[in-house]
């Protein structure tokens, strides 16, 4: 798998390899959907002999539809986010000092989803064409051989598999988002170059837009910090979560201040 080799591929190697897989995620997105193209689980059938697709609720996240708009999907992802947050264990003190805000934005805020995000592309896509599901030649490491697990199968925002992309850009962390690699700049620019009209779509205000939000929910919960971290650990594990999550809550609903955990 590429997830045993990728962290100690060169810089080089890592270039050959992020370019062949933005191939392959642009080849998913390439797919023809059904119009009109909706929000959920992909699925596809052989009817006599000719494949065809359909979309129904989204069981990956579990957040029902399936959507007609970016917009209540992304509603959706953020109060599911939410929920999961409201579950965790072991993170009362990231809780006591952030969920209250984060709940009275999520119940007050959501209608706020600028409508420029209705423009981000919904392709077909693997929910989680990671490192993990990538199987690489025991001799090339950079020769991609297969991609597994295609039980969940979207059609979706492109943007949304944020967190599966990141993954090459990234080293892992228990913490869920690892210090990026050396040059990781030229890593970035190597993947959207070799899919350029996607990297448009990239740069473009619809899709910054929808990961600010989209960011929002996959931050809002952060993962369980071990007890046995020194102090300078400790501070860092969650750092990312919090600065995600005060960067919204700051921007849009700034009257919702620390003292109102009170």
């Not at 959907?33 to 990956?60: C, F």
């Not at 989803?113 to 896509?125: D, F, L």
Request: hydrophobic share 40%; with cysteine; proline share 6%.
């Amino acid at each position: 798998m590429a997830s045993s080799i990728y962290s100690q591929l060169s810089h080089k190697e890592r270039l050959i390899f992020v370019r062949k897989i933005a191939l392959a995620f642009s080849a998913c997105w390439e797919i023809q959907l059904p119009e009109p193209r909706l929000i959920g689980e992909l699925i596809a059938s052989n009817v006599d002999g000719q494949i065809t697709l359909r979309v129904g609720p989204d069981r990956h996240h579990g957040l029902g539809g399936p959507f007609h708009s970016v917009r209540d999907y992304l509603r959706a992802y953020i109060k599911c986010c939410l929920v999961l947050l409201e579950k965790q264990q072991d993170i009362e003190e990231y809780k006591e000092k952030h969920l209250h805000r984060i709940r009275e934005f999520v119940n007050t805020r959501l209608h706020e989803i600028p409508k420029i995000v209705e423009i981000v592309p919904i392709v077909a896509m693997h929910a989680d064409m990671g490192p993990h599901n990538i199987i690489v030649s025991n001799q090339t490491p950079t020769e991609i051989q297969a991609i597994i697990d295609w039980e969940f199968l979207e059609s979706a925002p492109y943007a949304s598999l944020y967190r599966e992309m990141e993954m090459f850009f990234r080293e892992t962390a228990p913490n869920g988002f690892g210090p990026e690699y050396e040059r990781a700049d030229e890593l970035r620019e190597a993947f959207w170059s070799s899919i350029p009209n996607w990297k448009r779509w990239n740069e473009s205000e619809a899709t910054q837009t929808f990961l600010e939000w989209f960011r929002f929910g996959l931050f809002m919960k952060p993962e369980y910090r071990p007890k046995e971290l020194t102090d300078e650990e400790r501070d860092k594990f969650w750092v990312e979560n919090i600065r995600v999550v005060e960067s919204m809550l700051d921007k849009y609903a700034p009257q919702l201040n620390e003292a109102s955990n009170a």
